[in-house]
Structure formats: C-alpha cells, structure tokens
C-alpha cells in the first residue's frame, strides 16, 4: 500500500475467460480509440486491454460482466469532463485494473461510480472527484475494492453508503478534503481490512447514520482531525473499545477515536 509506481506492460496478460481481447491504443489507427467503443464491441467473455496513454473517455457499464485492463495505473488515464469517468450499475461479475480515473469537470461528480455491483476494481487509482472519489452504493452492491489509491478529491476517498456491503482492503486514501474513508447508512457493512489513510483534511474514518463495519489492520494516522469518527448509533466491529488493538489509530492531532452526534459539523453539515 504505497504511491509507489507499480509495473507498466504494453502486452494484455492471457484472457482468463478464454474469450477474444480487444486492443485501446489512441496512437494505432487499427485498434480501437478509446475504452469505450472497444467495450462497445466486446462480448461478455472478452477482455479489453488498455495501452498506455491519456483518454478522454466516459465509460459505461451496466448489466453485463466486464474484464477491462489496463496497462499499469501509472501510464493509462481514463478522464472526463462531463461526468464521472467509470460508472458502473448492476455488473454482476468481472475485474477492472490497471487504470486511473480522473475527474476534471467542475460539477459534483467522482471519479468512480459503483451502484448494485459485484465487480472487482485492483490496482486503479480515483482522483479529482468533487464528490468523494469512490462511491459505492446500492443494497445489491458486493464489489471487492482491493489495492487501489484513491488521493486528491475534494470529499472523503471512499464513500460506502446506502446498503451496499462491499470488502474495501489494501487500498491508500490518502490528501482527501475529507475522510479517507465514510460509511453511512442503516445496511451498509464494509468489510474495511488493511486500509491505510493518513494526510486526509478531516480524519483517517468515518462511521454515521446508523452504519456497520468490520474494521481489521488498517492504519489511519498523521490526519489533520483523529484516526476514525463514529457517531453512537453506528455499529463497529471490534466495538469502540477494542478498535485501537485491531487497528492502528495514532499518531493524529485530535487523538485515535472521536464519538460525537455531530460529526460533519466542521463542514457546516
């Protein structure tokens, strides 16, 4: 879990659903543009794969399984201006990698949407979303959330609400104007296992309106505010008490654990 540059390849890995792979390369006039018209074509068992370069693009996906990779985070950027650059709604199944989604528009969007999903996303980056940068939401939402950097947007880094259980691990959120990451919601229950968030505006977590959330090694320190917040009707696991021996929550300026009922009232909410 770092912002360490991870390895970059100019050649798909093997299809693991044994399908075709359709090739992204803004350079090459005889593959495709652009993600989006190469996930236009591609069947549910083929693979798109995503040379290095900067695309702007706005992919949309819904209803249908996906295998999009990218040839490392460091060198594919996926950017709009007119909305958020990866939405997804009811994916049933399929991984995402390799790829950074950035939001440049000045309305309030993120970086990547995820509704009633159960998709994996790895190795991507989420940044400049003026919402949070990664919204996952929805009661049928599962996704597995593993090993991404989610830095620089203009809420918190993640936020889960509205029912949606997904696994959240390994990822880095961390320069967020907000929270790291935010849970809200009766329902929503993420499992949040080795995370880590620090250099967040706000503080390193944030549980309210009734949420749950299993909580194992993650490492929230060095925010402006304390390691995690939780209101009391929120339902942690361990409990409050036993947060500090299954997580790592100092050093922060303000301390480990905050529980307050008014947990948003620095921003005005």
Not at 18 to 39: E, F
Not at 181 to 189: E, H, T
Request: contains cysteine.
């Amino acid at each position: 879990m770092s912002f360490e540059s991870q390895p970059a390849t100019s050649s798909p890995p093997p299809n693991p659903l044994g399908g075709k792979t359709l090739i992204v390369d803004w350079q090459d006039p005889h593959v495709y543009p652009r993600p989006s018209a190469a996930l236009k074509d591609a069947g549910d068992q083929d693979q798109v794969f995503v040379r290095a370069g900067i695309y702007e693009d706005k992919l949309f996906i819904s209803a249908r399984p996906v295998l999009l990779t990218g040839a490392g985070r460091d060198v594919v950027q996926i950017y709009s201006r007119l909305g958020g650059p990866l939405y997804l709604q009811r994916v049933p199944s399929g991984r995402i990698s390799g790829l950074t989604f950035r939001y440049v528009g000045s309305d309030q969007h993120s970086a990547i949407n995820v509704l009633d999903s159960s998709c994996m996303i790895t190795s991507c980056r989420a940044t400049e979303g003026i919402l949070s940068g990664v919204v996952i939401y929805g009661p049928e939402c599962r996704p597995a959330f593993i090993d991404n950097e989610v830095s620089g947007n203009r809420e918190s880094g993640i936020f889960v609400f509205a029912g949606a259980q997904p696994r959240v691990a390994d990822n880095v959120c961390r320069g967020n104007h907000h929270f790291g990451i935010a849970v809200r919601d009766r329902g929503s229950r993420p499992e949040l296992v080795r995370n880590r968030c620090s250099d967040n505006w706000l503080s390193g977590m944030l549980f309210f309106h009734h949420a749950e959330a299993l909580l194992v090694d993650n490492v929230c320190t060095d925010n402006v505010h304390w390691g995690v917040v939780a209101t009391p009707d929120s339902r942690l696991s361990p409990p409050p008490d036993g947060l500090a021996g299954s997580n790592v929550l100092v050093p922060n300026p303000r301390g480990a654990l905050h529980i307050t009922d008014e947990p948003l009232s620095e921003i005005g909410r």
